[in-house]
Structure formats: structure tokens, C-alpha cells
């Protein structure tokens, strides 16, 4: 079972990246995924959802309308598109999904937000 982040990198405020999460060794179309963030010093933080089929996404307050999740079951891979990038979205951001009741998460990609 793997997950591996990348698309991290150093935007300016206002900027825009897209985070891309590829999966093997499970059965990604039956599952759903989900993104989190830890910024520094800080606890994990919620990002976004997707449900197995992409029908159902969710998200919190703090990213709703700038960030999407979307995903492509063909090529196992799950993405997070970030707009309006604001500092405090500064963190490393991880895909995680659940199976047989264990959390599995990848290494994580790292996004920077400074002018």
C-alpha cells in the first residue's frame, strides 16, 4: 500500500498549485481520500475529502471555494487544486485513506505561501 504526494513547492499569496496523491497496492476506486495539512508546530488539519467515485467532496471553512479535490480511478491518482493561496496555508500537506480500519498516509509534499 502506497501513497506519494508531490506538486509542493514556493508560491506567492494569491498564487495557485495543484497537489497530485498516487496510489498502489489497494483498491483505489473503492476507496475514499482525504487531504491534510500540518503546519509547523501545529496539529493535523482536515483539508478536504473525496468520496471512491468523486460524486461526494467535502471541506472546511478554512479552504472552501479555493481548494477542489478531484480524482481520476484510471490512473489511481487524486488531486488537491489550491487557488487564492493565503499564507497561513503554509504546511506540509499529506493524502491519507483507510483500509481495514488502519489510516495510511503518504510521505507528504511541502507548500510554501510567501512574497
Known amino acids: 500500500v502506497q501513497l506519494v504526494e508531490s506538486g509542493g513547492g514556493l508560491v506567492q499569496p494569491g498564487g495557485s498549485l495543484r497537489l497530485s496523491c498516487a496510489a498502489s497496492?489497494?483498491?483505489?476506486?473503492?476507496?475514499?481520500i482525504t487531504w491534510v495539512r500540518q503546519a509547523p508546530g501545529k496539529g493535523l488539519e482536515w483539508v478536504s475529502n473525496?468520496?471512491?467515485?468523486?460524486?461526494?467532496?467535502a471541506y472546511p471553512d478554512s479552504v472552501k471555494g479555493r481548494f477542489t479535490t478531484s480524482r481520476d480511478n484510471a490512473k489511481n491518482t487524486v488531486y488537491l487544486q489550491m487557488n487564492s493561496l493565503k499564507t497561513e496555508d503554509t504546511a506540509r500537506y499529506y493524502c491519507?485513506?483507510?483500509?481495514?480500519?488502519?489510516?495510511?498516509r503518504g510521505q507528504g509534499t511541502q507548500v510554501t505561501v510567501s512574497s
Open positions: 473525496i468520496s471512491n467515485d468523486g460524486d461526494v467532496t
Open positions: 497496492g489497494f483498491r483505489f476506486s473503492a476507496s475514499s
Open positions: 491519507a485513506t483507510t483500509i481495514d480500519g488502519v489510516i495510511v
